[in-house]
């Protein structure tokens, strides 16, 4: 949930289980159907259609592929379906991070109902394509979005189950800011200013990182309170079938002797970084390995980071 800590590897991992259902790329981007007689011709028209418009995006910003590997038949995140409500989509993000108090305030009640239409909209065409019932797949969702509007998110989504990543913060910043500059990249007809783009990444994780603790902590309290689980990113990266495990176990999930199979199937291997679905499809998981950015090219600096940000590094990493 927590931005640039595995939670693309984890949501795809997470959806190699038979009774789980992630949404893929196509169903966000084109969620209604476009042949309305024959469910199998319309889902090959609108993945064409969605495949076309990412080599698009791929020829603007190849380097992005490095950062969010994507495909029409990808299990993606919500963001691309909340970006119909919202205007927080992935090249337009930087504007939200340069005045963030715009959408503080935003009221997104009316965007989570909207998204739970949108689902089970997909959730019907999945029935007519492919026999599904709603009772025999649970949805998988993921989108760093949702951490500082889960208020909202709760409201429509009553019974769901979190699952909140955490990473070390002097990675998961510089990773934060590189990837919203690959969308500056696309859009941005003027040299970045790196030293703005760092101060503003801050500040967003200020702000959205208070507003998830203060969820849990209420969440705490509360008489019919949402499951959660916490993950590191260390754990999920070096050790991914012990961290579903216990996922499963926080969330009382059954942890099937299917699901545990397939995830031995398709990691791969010790040490290697592809995994691969059910369905063929091929992901890559995160390096284990450094990856080539730095604080310091954000002109920020550990001590800036925990100056800012010690609160959350001392609550949930408090061996460090």
């Known amino acids: 949930m927590?931005?640039?800590t595995g939670t693309t590897y984890l949501h795809r991992l997470l959806s190699l289980d038979r009774f789980s259902r992630a949404p893929f790329t196509w169903e966000l981007f084109d969620p209604s159907r476009r042949v309305l007689?024959?469910?199998t011709k319309d889902m090959e028209k609108r993945i064409q259609f969605c495949q076309k418009n990412i080599d698009f995006l791929i020829s603007l910003a190849p380097h992005i592929e490095q950062i969010h590997p994507m495909a029409a038949d990808f299990p993606e995140e919500c963001l691309m379906a909340l970006g119909l409500d919202v205007p927080l989509l992935f090249d337009t993000f930087y504007l939200f991070l340069e005045k963030p108090e715009t959408a503080y305030e935003w009221d997104c009640t009316e965007v989570y109902e909207n998204y739970f239409k949108i689902l089970?909209?997909?959730q019907y065409q999945a029935f007519i394509r492919d026999g599904y019932s709603s009772s025999e797949r649970r949805w998988v969702l993921k989108c760093p979005l949702h951490l500082g509007l889960l208020d909202f998110l709760s409201k429509s989504f009553p019974d769901a189950k979190f699952i909140w990543t955490h990473r070390n913060l002097n990675d998961a910043v510089p990773s934060l800011a590189r990837l919203i500059r690959v969308g500056m990249d696309m859009t941005v007809n003027e040299s970045i200013d790196l030293r703005a783009l760092g101060q503003n990444c801050v500040v967003f994780l200020q702000e959205w990182l208070q507003r998830g603790d203060n969820f849990f902590c209420t969440n705490e309290k509360r008489e019919s309170r949402h499951p959660v689980a916490n993950v590191m990113y260390n754990?999920?990266?070096y050790n991914p079938q012990q961290t579903l495990l216990k996922i499963y176990h926080d969330?009382?999930?059954?942890?099937?002797?299917?699901?545990e199979q397939a995830l031995k199937d398709h990691l791969d291997g010790k040490g290697k970084k592809h995994v691969k679905s059910r369905d063929g499809i091929t992901f890559s998981s995160p390096s284990k390995?450094?990856?080539?950015?730095?604080?310091e090219e954000y002109f920020l600096s550990e001590s800036v980071i925990y100056n800012k940000l010690g609160w959350y590094v001392r609550k949930y990493f408090p061996v460090e």
């Open 2 to 4: 927590q931005p640039r």
């Open 37 to 39: 007689d024959d469910p």
């Open 120 to 122: 089970q909209l997909l």
């Open 235 to 237: 754990d999920l990266i």
């Open 251 to 259: 969330l009382d999930l059954s942890f099937t002797t299917d699901y």
């Open 289 to 295: 390995y450094p990856t080539g950015y730095s604080l």
